[in-house]
């Protein structure tokens, strides 16, 4: 019988350091232009660009599901890590938009992928939830539970998009982003500054719940029959617009300078800044409240993407990416903020 005095628990045996070693995107086919929506609410494109800083957005196909656009993501995203697939340890989605309350839509990507018996679950972070998977990545490399952890943003907003609501019609989109963190000899993410607010919880929020829309499930049968009343419309996105961009603009601009801060590094050293691409104005506030220099490249995605939500952040660093705007090596700020509210900021090394 052990008396619990001198046995102990073997340490794990992770790397170092982690850091991200590939990224990969997937944007829809179908472009929906701001004329496009002009037809299902009262606006003008100047309205929309000066409000938001969008021209357009992409939306998914039937064909395009969140698996599918995840799956087209990670295996980019595999593929410029340089790794095979049977290497990632684990698989990590971020969405508001897969619509099944179970099984998690990491499982079904997992095997597309051919990960093999991987561990794969999906987080629920709205907007912030690409930072979460990074966070959560970055702590299974170093304990050694994965070698290799693939992180996915994805969304299919316009499943959630109340196209009579001239307050949020305009804004979102949908696509995928990926990540492949792995194992480092250096640092490559900095520490995860995260939080939530519970207390605004209703600020960006789906309009009703599930039972509310379709019914409460029959005392007698269960799930299977909905009860005859409260049959609503389709739950959308609601947002109080003013209240978030006050948010965003005033607290999350302290909390970009925390993870600039818990990295050790000043604006005037970054590569890129990525914010999550909620709305231009919101960008350009944050950077004048950085005193970010004018030098300092910024991701300005969702001019052609829309708000793609978790998918915002590895979309628009693949783009900075490809076009050059960024380079490898590169030290980001990224930032992701929304329903919650939640919000989570890093400052990582570009791959």
Same mark, same amino acid.
């Given at each position: 019988?052990?008396?619990?005095?001198?046995?102990?628990?073997?340490?794990?045996?992770?790397?170092?350091?982690?850091?991200?070693?590939?990224?990969?995107?997937?944007?829809?086919?179908?472009?929906?232009?701001?004329?496009?929506?002009?037809?299902?609410?009262?606006?003008?494109?100047?309205?929309?660009?000066?409000?938001?800083?969008?021209?357009?957005?992409?939306?998914?196909?039937?064909?395009?599901?969140?698996?599918?656009?995840?799956?087209?993501?990670?295996?980019?995203?595999?593929?410029?890590?340089?790794?095979?697939?049977?290497?990632?340890?684990?698989?990590?989605?971020?969405?508001?938009?897969?619509?099944?309350?179970?099984?998690?839509?990491?499982?079904?990507?997992?095997?597309?992928?051919?990960? #093999?018996?991987? &561990? !794969?679950?999906?987080?629920?972070?709205?907007?912030? =939830?690409? +930072?979460?998977?990074?966070?959560? $990545? *970055? /702590?299974?490399?170093?304990?050694?539970?994965?070698?290799?952890?693939?992180?996915?943003?994805?969304?299919?907003?316009?499943?959630?998009?109340?196209?009579?609501?001239?307050?949020?019609?305009?804004?979102?989109?949908? #696509?995928?982003? &990926? !990540?492949?963190?792995?194992?480092?000899?250096?640092? =490559?993410? +900095?520490?995860?500054?995260?939080? $939530? *607010? /519970?207390?605004?919880?209703?600020?960006?929020?789906?309009?009703?719940?599930?039972?509310?829309?379709?019914?409460?499930?029959?005392?007698?049968?269960?799930?299977?029959?909905?009860?005859?009343?409260?049959?609503?419309?389709?739950?959308?996105?609601?947002?109080?617009?003013?209240?978030?961009?006050?948010?965003?603009?005033?607290?999350?601009?302290?909390?970009?300078?925390?993870?600039?801060?818990?990295?050790?590094?000043?604006?005037?050293?970054?590569?890129?800044?990525?914010?999550?691409?909620?709305?231009?104005?919101?960008?350009?506030?944050?950077?004048?409240?950085?005193?970010?220099?004018?030098?300092?490249?910024?991701?300005?995605?969702?001019?052609?993407?829309?708000?793609?939500?978790?998918?915002?952040?590895?979309?628009?660093?693949?783009?900075?990416?490809?076009?050059?705007?960024?380079?490898?090596?590169?030290?980001?700020?990224?930032?992701?903020?929304?329903?919650?509210?939640?919000?989570?900021?890093?400052?990582?090394?570009?791959?």
């Amino acid at each position: 019988m052990n008396d619990g005095s001198t046995t102990q628990i073997k340490p794990s045996n992770g790397a170092a350091y982690a850091r991200i070693l590939g990224v990969g995107g997937y944007r829809p086919v179908r472009v929906i232009p701001n004329a496009e929506v002009l037809n299902w609410i009262e606006s003008s494109d100047e309205w929309i660009r000066t409000r938001s800083g969008i021209t357009e957005r992409r939306w998914a196909g039937p064909e395009e599901s969140v698996a599918e656009m995840s799956v087209q993501a990670a295996s980019k995203a595999i593929a410029h890590a340089g790794i095979a697939p049977e290497q990632v340890g684990a698989v990590v989605v971020a969405t508001v938009s897969h619509l099944k309350q179970t099984p998690a839509i990491a499982t079904e990507i997992a095997t597309r992928l051919g990960v #093999g018996n991987a &561990a !794969a679950f999906d987080i629920s972070a709205a907007c912030a =939830g690409f +930072g979460y998977g990074l966070g959560l $990545a *970055d /702590g299974m490399v170093r304990s050694g539970s994965a070698e290799y952890v693939v992180v996915i943003g994805v969304e299919r907003l316009s499943d959630l998009t109340d196209t009579t609501d001239r307050s949020t019609a305009f804004i979102f989109g949908d #696509g995928a982003g &990926a !990540a492949v963190v792995g194992p480092s000899e250096t640092p =490559g993410i +900095g520490k995860v500054i995260w939080g $939530a *607010d /519970g207390t605004q919880k209703d600020v960006i929020s789906q309009t009703e719940a599930w039972d509310t829309a379709f019914g409460k499930p029959d005392a007698v049968n269960g799930a299977g029959e909905a009860a005859a009343e409260g049959h609503g419309k389709w739950p959308a996105l609601r947002m109080e617009g003013q209240t978030v961009f006050r948010w965003a603009v005033w607290d999350m601009a302290k909390v970009a300078q925390q993870a600039l801060d818990a990295a050790g590094i000043t604006a005037d050293q970054l590569g890129a800044f990525i914010p999550h691409q909620a709305n231009m104005r919101i960008t350009d506030a944050m950077i004048k409240a950085l005193k970010l220099p004018d030098s300092v490249p910024v991701a300005r995605d969702i001019a052609e993407t829309g708000n793609t939500s978790a998918a915002s952040i590895p979309l628009a660093m693949e783009r900075m990416l490809q076009s050059g705007e960024a380079k490898s090596g590169d030290l980001a700020l990224i930032i992701g903020f929304g329903a919650g509210l939640v919000y989570a900021a890093a400052v990582v090394t570009l791959p």
